[in-house]
């Protein structure tokens, strides 16, 4: 039993060398970059990103850890893979020149080559070790594998590939090799999978038009690793991946308390408004004010001196400022003093992963106490919902990290009230949900809003009514006869009494904190 | 009989061309590892017996001259480049296959 323990505590000990890859997110699922002195696989269609994946490894290899590294390209030529990753920021010919990196262009054409017998791959080895030495490279990529055994046989193939891990162990490399996914060797034989100490699959999926890359470690010999497939991005700073776990774990849970902007809504969440670092939603049907009570809320926050990003994706910024004018907020003055911040993108123009990567680039810079995302409901339309809510749950829990209030609106239909299947996976994530809706009272539209649920306060049960005025938003009661809103002469008159009175007193403008 | 003389010329001509051309091969190997070994018997038993007096065969051990594999783009040891005459041609293996490697050769 002892002896039991003692094993055990020494393995905790035991860390797996681990080359780190330097590419944002990756680290972090396979806990601390890929084996040391050890190959690993990337295995993917055509167009997922495995020759620039590859390439980071090695340019930040060079850049961020030291360490030297060799290129074989058998796809490639060395001047188009230099301009190709030129494109993401990285300059090889400066690596090149200082001799840290060393890209040996190989061509293979099998079709010009007659077997006469029995044969090896020698020199693939032997200009390997040459380029190895040439700059002592730490790291080595082979790109591809497909093209470098194409038309062998395979006999061959299978002996001179066990042969090659061994000879990058013994050379004590950390070695990426790519390969297509869709090759039968890989696939029916798998020996390349059984050999490789780390196999990772990248994938670019295409649903409803819109393509996301994902990356998914099938294997990691000696290492726990996230199982999941994470979606990655490629952009001008290179490969991004975005893992759950690195966002979700350490939320701080605030207990401070941020108006909403409005008094009467402030009053209805236990007098005091929403928490600060909460996530808010706002759902409604078409022309039921959810911008409006978005862009009071950004008002107040910017009132009180605090950064706000406001994501437009319906209205361009320009569109809204001269909107919310009209009903009191003027946010041009805000925008110029640089306190509130627009980001308008068209929802289609990209995934939604790049849009939150823009997001989060703005974040990273102006560092917002407030985020608005409005409406939510378009970036919808771009991707299967189950995707659009693991990637909104992500980015609200990077938010809920950096104690950043968020607050989306969501539109919905007037059939699915309730009952909109992409809403209420939204719903059950926020901590505050609040539903704005028509009703018809006395056959005139009227404005309403109600607090659905909100954690963590006494919140009112009440449908209040809504009123958009040029002053700003204020609510008040309905009147009702039990259950029903009543449209009588009588509510009528108490009505006017009602919107009389609280039009003097419009809180918009003060934040009661 | 009644041959055109011109047809006659040509004919003579091709031959005496077959015979005097010079056949200019590389052969890379690595070391004395089995493959080479015998890829070097193989190939200079084949070239005595065909191509006797009119080819020049350089043996090239890319241990030795790795740049010279760089250069030629090898990858896949023994291999036999036919250099002249045109078109080049490559042949990989240990050279046991005599009929594969005439063929490549151009002999047969």
């Known amino acids: 039993m002892k002896s039991l323990i003692a094993k055990k505590s020494e393995k905790d000990i035991f860390k797996f060398p681990k080359a780190p890859t330097g590419i944002q997110g990756l680290d972090e699922i396979t806990f601390g970059g890929l084996p040391k002195n050890r190959s690993s696989l990337l295995v993917g269609d055509t167009g997922c990103g495995k020759t620039l994946m590859a390439m980071e490894f090695l340019v930040n290899g060079i850049e961020l850890f030291d360490e030297p590294g060799v290129f074989m390209a058998f796809e490639e030529k060395k001047d188009e893979l230099v301009l190709n990753v030129k494109s993401l920021g990285y300059d090889l010919d400066k690596h090149i020149a200082n001799n840290k990196l060393y890209i040996e262009q190989v061509k293979i054409s099998p079709d010009e080559m007659v077997e006469t017998g029995k044969y090896n791959l020698e020199g693939l080895f032997v200009r390997l070790e040459q380029a190895i030495y040439k700059v002592m490279a730490k790291r080595v990529v082979l790109d591809s594998l497909d093209k470098l055994f194409y038309g062998l046989d395979e006999k061959i193939l299978r002996s001179e590939f066990l042969r090659l891990m061994t000879w990058l162990k013994k050379m004590e490399v950390t070695a990426i090799i790519t390969s297509e996914n869709g090759d039968p060797f890989l696939t029916h034989k798998g020996i390349v999978e059984y050999v490789a100490d780390c196999v990772i699959i990248l994938d670019n999926r295409l649903t409803n038009q819109v393509g996301t890359r994902r990356l998914r470690i099938v294997k990691y010999r000696g290492s726990t690793h996230g199982n999941n497939e994470y979606p990655f991005t490629i952009d001008e700073s290179g490969i991004s991946v975005y893992p759950l776990i690195s966002e979700s774990i350490q939320q701080a849970s605030s207990s401070k308390r941020i108006s909403s902007g409005i008094k009467d809504l402030d009053d209805m969440l236990d007098r005091k408004g929403f928490y600060e670092g909460s996530s808010i939603l706002i759902s409604g049907t078409a022309g039921t004010g959810k911008t409006s009570i978005a862009a009071s809320f950004a008002y107040s926050v910017c009132q009180s001196k605090k950064v706000c990003l406001f994501c437009a994706f319906e209205e361009a910024p320009n569109q809204v400022i001269r909107n919310m004018s009209s009903i009191g907020f003027h946010l041009e003055p805000l925008v110029k003093s640089g306190i509130l911040t627009f980001y308008y993108s068209r929802p289609t123009l990209q995934n939604l992963e790049l849009h939150f990567l823009a997001i989060k680039k703005i974040i990273h810079e102006i560092k917002p106490s407030v985020v608005i995302l409005d409406p939510i409901t378009n970036l919808m339309t771009e991707g299967p919902n189950s995707d659009i809510r693991s990637m909104l749950t992500r980015f609200v829990d990077f938010l809920k990290t950096k104690q950043i209030t968020v607050l989306f609106t969501a539109a919905i239909t007037v059939g699915s009230i309730e009952r909109n299947p992409s809403d209420e996976g939204i719903s059950s994530m926020v901590d505050t949900w609040m539903m704005v809706q028509d009703i018809e009272v006395d056959a005139e539209r009227t404005r309403s809003l109600c607090v659905m649920k909100s954690r963590g306060m006494v919140h009112s049960n009440e449908v209040r009514r809504f009123i958009i005025s040029g002053k700003g938003i204020n609510l008040s009661p309905i009147l009702t006869k039990g259950k029903m809103p009543v449209a009588d002469s009588k509510r009528k008159i108490k009505e006017h009494e009602n919107l009389s009175t609280s039009k003097e007193s419009i809180g918009v403008k003060d934040s009661s904190r | ?108």
Request: hydrophobic share 40%; with cysteine; aromatic share 6%.
């Open chain 2, 1 to 108: 009989m009644s041959k055109k003389i011109t047809d006659n010329v040509e004919v003579k001509a091709s031959a005496a061309d077959a015979g005097q051309k010079t056949y200019v091969l590389q052969l890379f190997v690595t070391g004395i590892l089995p493959n080479s070994v015998r890829a070097i018997g193989n190939i200079k038993s084949i070239c005595e017996k065909y191509l006797k007096d009119r080819y020049e065969l350089e043996i090239i051990d890319i241990y030795q001259q790795p740049d010279l594999a760089i250069a030629e783009d090898i990858i896949a040891v023994p291999v036999l480049i036919k250099k002249s005459p045109y078109p080049q041609e490559r042949m990989v293996g240990d050279m046991s296959n005599t009929e594969k490697v005439l063929k490549g050769l151009g002999i047969v």
